[in-house]
């Protein structure tokens, strides 16, 4: 089964759509370059060019948005009453034709596409992949948003990793 497993296979897919115009306009920014330093003493290690670079090699941008924000954008492009709530998948089958999900009531939905973007606990992935147990790393990933003004004097690159012995940040 084709899985799109690459954030650039999804924007392939998302830009074939007649909304995302709207979405790219209105939610998303596109970097123009990415880097890495190193988390002490900020010395740049590797930089390379974005923007409209990754659009031409690869047929779709590389895009930053809040995932709130693209979900929204890909419900709105989607008509209300296709829209089904309150359904647990228990299957799913893949065909030229399109993919039959099949829910836990027994019912089926034929579908062009699946996206499966349910978390933690993703049935699609079991599905997919085969039923994984997770397990503790012993690391913990912490996210969160604030306005940049809240820096102050702080001068931080946009779309850059900082690179410690054994950990690293993201800076959007």
């Known amino acids: 089964m084709p899985v799109l497993h690459r954030p650039i296979d999804f924007m392939v897919a998302l830009c074939s759509h007649g909304s995302f115009s709207r979405l790219r306009r209105a939610l998303c920014a596109q ?18 060019r974005m923007g ?11 895009l930053l948005m809040h995932r709130g924000d ?7 492009a989607v008509p209300d ?9 228990v299957g799913l089958e893949q065909a030229s034709s399109g993919v039959t999900l099949v829910f836990e009531s027994g019912e089926p939905a034929q579908v ?19 039923p994984e147990r997770p397990w503790f790393t012993g690391r913990v990933a912490y996210r969160t948003t604030f306005p940049a003004s809240r820096l102050g004097d702080l001068k931080l690159d946009n779309n850059c990793k900082r690179w ?6 993201v800076i959007y």
């Open 31 to 48: 970097p123009e370059r990415a880097c890495n330093r190193e988390w002490d003493s900020g010395r740049l290690t590797n930089e390379y």
């Open 52 to 62: 409209f670079d990754v659009e031409e090699r690869f047929g779709a941008p590389y």
């Open 70 to 76: 693209l979900r929204a954008a890909i419900a709105s």
């Open 81 to 89: 009453e296709i829209v089904h709530l309150d359904r647990r998948l």
């Open 112 to 130: 062009d596409a699946a996206i499966g973007a349910d978390g933690f606990h993703s049935t699609e992935r079991d599905i997919i992949l085969g």
């Open 164 to 169: 410690g012995p054994d950990r690293h940040i």
